[in-house]
């Protein structure tokens, strides 16, 4: 029974990742000015260089034929070269993955321990001047761009892992914060608690227990957001990693790496939400 | 709260009225070079002082607001009728036609917003005039906002039509155009509008973000983005604190959006 639903998932998986491929693929060959480059209106190039500047941007023209070679040479394992970084595309993400997955890594951790921390104090406390204070503090994160967090931690020269954090927290805290309420507010909590149960009983015991398969979709939701915020931390702070090579390749319009970097960031995505969701399934199919 | 609400309130109607009337209030136009003071502190003549080429700014701080606040919810105008358009159908005629509807929207929920966003725009010619990068900006994020409205909408929209007066309706014969025109959009308005109001300081945001990375409004039109743009070359918080007014007011803005949006939510 499982195997065939993790193979309907895996599926399902494949078939998003090769369409947000092919729609990378798409947009970019749509884009006006596709086929021009201004390096082909340098005089000091001769005709034989254009002509095969051009028969190489040609070879990119059917979306079709480009993205079925490229995915053909993605099973093989080659990712093609990047056009603006002159770099086999898989160099390129291997030499930044790692400092993408330790900023994102040390952001996402920063910003749970932060926002599950207090969110389980205001639950627990129930003092309204606690769940007022870090009310504000979220929403006042929750209003600050992520690209204006990362100036920010540049100014006040603190890690640009924070500003990750800054950015996650305020939507984990929030969530957290009414997952945990609701779950005091429940009959059999309201009764452990009547019977003079401990308060770190109750949380242990009854509260969490209600609130983990929510949490572990929140999980998977935070590295979604984790690494859309490593876009603007990375290009402003100068951080040679995943979020970075994205703007760059956005900027430089550069095709094979912009189609990689967006099966790239779905795999990710994909991979964690479906980790969280199966998480998920098995404390349920544990609490039946 | 209710106090809370009234200054959010009146936060939102201030900025309303400083983007109608900006060409009044506007000591100078946002382009306007002052070039005998340049990066000028605050002063009776320029009350936020200058930029790096002598630029008022003040008056480019109100014809910042002005396109920002005033394109944002055009934009979510723009996102919430493609949600309800997408997420309707979906959840009216279900089967396959949910199933495609939503795979779509899937896929353009399974990609972080900003990463998307910022693939999109590049793809855009970047070297555009003022005006046409305005449009660009917002029409983009209304065409690419819409996907977590739609899953929202479509989930409605099943809800409604699986509900105890549409089964009469229909068992009384009135036809499923006239259903889908006269029954559902009544009871849809409340989700519509919760929608609408959540994008507007997504979109403000997401325009931030991408005028600090130079995919944004083009100079020398300024946008709440471009402003913020300027603290890029600081190097300490004392150092010219009047430049973080556009922020204070980005935060200010948003959050009296954020307290409106809660009340807007607790209503759908």
Redesign the interface.
């Known amino acids: 029974m499982w195997v065939s639903r993790l193979a309907r998932h895996l599926a399902a998986m494949i078939?998003?990742i090769v369409?947000?491929g092919l729609?990378?693929a798409t947009?970019?060959r749509?884009?006006?000015?596709f086929d021009v480059d201004e390096s082909q209106l340098d005089p000091r190039l001769s005709p034989e260089t254009v002509a095969a500047m051009k028969a190489e941007k040609a070879g990119q023209r059917n979306i079709a034929h480009f993205y079925a070679r490229f995915l053909g040479r993605a099973l093989r394992g080659d990712l093609g070269e990047s056009q603006t970084l002159k770099q086999p595309v898989r160099q390129l993400i291997t030499e930044r993955l790692p400092a993408t997955a330790r900023l994102a890594g040390a952001g996402l951790l920063a910003a749970w321990i932060l926002a599950f921390g207090m969110a389980v104090t205001a639950a627990m406390t129930r003092s309204r001047s606690l769940d007022l204070t870090t009310t504000v503090l979220s929403?006042?994160f929750?209003?600050?761009?992520?690209?204006?967090l990362g100036?920010?931690t540049i100014?006040?020269r603190s890690p640009a892992f924070l500003a990750i954090a800054c950015v996650i927290f305020p939507k984990l805290f929030r969530y957290c914060r009414n997952l945990l309420t609701d779950s005091y507010e429940k009959p059999h909590v309201i009764m452990a608690r009547a019977k003079g149960l401990s308060g770190t009983r109750v949380l242990v015991w009854h509260v969490l227990p209600a609130c983990a398969r929510p949490m572990f979709a929140l999980a998977g939701v935070s590295v979604?957001?984790a690494?859309?915020?490593c876009?603007?931390v990375e290009?402003?702070c100068g951080i040679p990693g995943i979020g970075q090579l994205?703007?760059q390749a956005?900027?430089g319009?550069d095709l094979p790496l912009?189609v990689t970097l967006?099966v790239l960031?779905?795999v990710i995505?994909?991979a964690a939400?479906s980790s969280s969701d199966m998480a998920s399934q098995a404390l349920r199919a544990e609490g039946r | 709260m209710r106090a809370v609400r009234y200054f959010a309130g009146a936060v939102l109607v201030f900025a309303a009225l400083a983007c109608v009337f900006t060409s009044f209030i506007a000591p100078a136009d946002y382009a306007t070079q002052f070039r005998e003071a340049p990066s000028a502190a605050p002063s009776r003549h320029h009350l936020l002082g200058t930029d790096d080429l002598g630029r008022d700014s003040f008056s480019r701080l109100l014809y910042g607001t002005r396109v920002s606040l005033l394109l944002a919810p055009a934009a979510a105008l723009i996102s919430t009728l493609l949600a309800a358009l997408v997420g309707g159908i979906a959840g009216y005629v279900g089967g396959v036609t949910r199933k495609v509807a939503m795979?779509v929207t899937?896929?353009f929920l399974?990609?972080?917003?900003?990463?998307l966003l910022?693939?999109?725009?590049?793809?855009?010619?970047?070297n555009v005039s003022p005006g046409t990068s305005v449009a660009v900006t917002f029409l983009l994020l209304g065409l690419l906002g819409w996907a977590a409205s739609a899953r929202v909408v479509a989930a409605e929209v099943q809800a409604i039509r699986g509900s105890d007066f549409m089964l009469q309706a229909k068992a009384s014969g009135i036809s499923s155009w006239r259903l889908l025109a006269r029954h559902i959009p009544p009871n849809l308005r409340p989700v519509l509008f919760a929608q609408f109001w959540i994008s507007i300081?997504v979109f403000i945001?997401?325009e931030?973000?991408l005028g600090?990375?130079?995919?944004g409004v083009a100079e020398p039109l300024p946008s709440w983005?471009s402003l913020?743009r300027e603290?890029?070359s600081?190097?300490?918080?004392g150092d010219q604190p009047w430049r973080f007014v556009p922020?204070l007011l980005?935060?200010l803005v948003?959050?009296s959006f954020?307290v409106f949006l809660s009340r807007e939510e607790v209503q759908a």
Do not use: H, K, Y
């Not at chain 1, 749509?30 to 000015?33: N, V």
């Not at chain 2, 910022?118 to 970047?126: G, H, N, Q, W």
């Open positions: 078939a998003v369409l947000g729609l990378a947009m970019v749509l884009a006006p000015g929403g006042a929750l209003c600050v761009p992520a690209a204006v100036l920010l100014i006040a979604s957001l690494l859309g915020a876009i603007p290009a402003l994205a703007w956005a900027i319009r912009l967006t960031v779905t995505t994909l939400n | 795979a899937d896929l399974s990609m972080p917003w900003l990463f910022i693939i999109v725009r590049a793809m855009l010619p970047l300081p945001l997401s931030a973000n600090i990375l130079g995919l983005g913020l603290l890029e600081f190097v300490s918080f922020l980005l935060i948003v959050s954020q």
